[in-house]
Nanobody, 115 residues
Framework: QVQLVELGGGLVQPGGSLKLSCVAS????????MGWYRQAPGRERSFVAS???????QYEDSLKDRFTISRDGAKKTVYLQMNGLKPEDTAVYYC?????????WGQGKQVTVSS
């Protein structure tokens, strides 16, 4: 079982930027698809972005112009850069690792966008 530790999050103003980090206990990027999900109060957990073993990225259509997922194998870290943040982006953001039927999750980080 891989451990995923999330760093970052917090309170930002509308239009601001924030970067989340997800540090894995081992370098699993050659075996796992990595991703980010988010969940707002009263809402289902939803897909944000992913990056597969070949480096191909995918995004929720409504976020692809503002969010960027990346990774650093040497640091065993996946990042989510969020720009032009809006109040509707307020949610708990979860790091995710997947291979076949195995799913691992980070502890979640609160991102609040408010003036």
């Amino acid at each position: 079982q891989v451990q995923l530790v999330e760093l970052g999050g917090g309170l930002v103003q509308p239009g601001g930027s924030l970067k989340l980090s997800c540090v894995a206990s081992e370098n699993i990027f050659n075996f796992n698809t990595m991703g980010w999900y988010r969940q707002a109060p009263g809402r289902e957990r939803s897909f944000v972005a992913s990056i597969n073993v070949g480096g191909r990225t995918q995004y929720e259509d409504s976020l692809k112009d503002r969010f960027t997922i990346s990774r650093d194998g040497a640091k065993k870290t996946v990042y989510l850069q969020m720009n032009g943040l809006k109040p509707e982006d307020t949610a708990v953001y979860y790091c995710h690792a997947n291979i076949l039927s195995r799913h691992d999750w980070g502890q979640g980080k609160q991102v609040t966008v408010s003036s």
